[in-house]
């Protein structure tokens, strides 16, 4: 009985597409990050401040990246922000100790992902909604488009682009959520 070889174009064909295969789940596990992050409140544990909320997203970029909201309504909201001092300014006007009325719920969905991986680089893009609760009883529903960008550095992915368009906001009912925590524990 003869047994099939494997020779060595195989071997690094099925290499490549492993490389592929690993590239996009450590993405859809950094851009899954990103979005619990960004969450009121904050599901990370032990609970952060929110300049330390901060910190841990910018973690999730590298030096040069840009984060920027673009068409009609995200444009002027949101603007473009290049490299990591910029982020954290603009994630520095979003979570004000000041802020009225306060957030005190949020939390984002992801879906209609799609992952292009081509070496060391990769795009992705995704919807995303996310209804909010400020302590004043108002509350939106927000829906966005993604387009981001990745690098692998020192073994290690890391987004080099948020773009965020928007697709709607919605007002919803004051006070739509019966019940929802002032602090996340689960992963406590």
């Given at each position: 009985?003869n047994?099939?070889?494997i020779?060595?174009?195989?071997i690094n064909q099925l290499v490549?597409?492993i490389?592929?295969?690993e590239?996009?789940?450590?993405?859809?596990r950094?851009?899954?990050?990103y979005?619990?992050?960004?969450?009121?409140?904050c599901p990370?544990?032990?609970?952060v401040t929110?300049k330390e909320?901060?910190?841990?997203v910018l973690?999730?970029?590298?030096e040069d990246a840009?984060?920027?909201?673009?068409g009609e309504?995200y444009?002027?909201?949101?603007g473009?922000?290049?490299?990591?001092?910029?982020?954290?300014?603009h994630f520095?006007?979003?979570?004000k100790?000041d802020?009225d009325p306060?957030l005190i719920?949020?939390?984002?969905?992801?879906t209609?992902e799609?992952?292009f991986?081509?070496?060391?680089?990769?795009?992705g893009?995704?919807i995303?909604?996310?209804?909010?609760?400020?302590?004043?009883?108002t509350a939106l529903?927000r829906?966005?488009?993604?387009?981001n960008a990745?690098?692998k550095e020192?073994?290690?992915?890391l987004i080099t682009?948020?773009r965020?368009?928007n697709?709607?906001?919605?007002?919803?009912?004051?006070?739509f959520?019966e019940s929802?925590?002032?602090?996340?524990?689960?992963?406590?």
């Amino acid at each position: 009985m003869n047994t099939p070889t494997i020779n060595e174009t195989t071997i690094n064909q099925l290499v490549g597409r492993i490389e592929v295969l690993e590239a996009e789940a450590d993405i859809r596990r950094i851009q899954a990050r990103y979005m619990m992050l960004c969450d009121t409140p904050c599901p990370v544990y032990p609970p952060v401040t929110d300049k330390e909320r901060i910190e841990l997203v910018l973690d999730l970029y590298t030096e040069d990246a840009v984060w920027e909201g673009v068409g009609e309504y995200y444009t002027d909201q949101f603007g473009k922000a290049e490299g990591k001092d910029a982020i954290r300014a603009h994630f520095n006007r979003f979570w004000k100790e000041d802020q009225d009325p306060k957030l005190i719920l949020n939390a984002h969905y992801l879906t209609s992902e799609q992952i292009f991986v081509e070496g060391d680089t990769a795009e992705g893009t995704w919807i995303h909604m996310q209804p909010w609760l400020f302590a004043d009883g108002t509350a939106l529903l927000r829906s966005s488009r993604l387009f981001n960008a990745f690098r692998k550095e020192n073994g290690k992915w890391l987004i080099t682009r948020t773009r965020t368009e928007n697709v709607f906001i919605s007002d919803l009912p004051t006070n739509f959520a019966e019940s929802y925590p002032t602090q996340a524990v689960l992963f406590k």
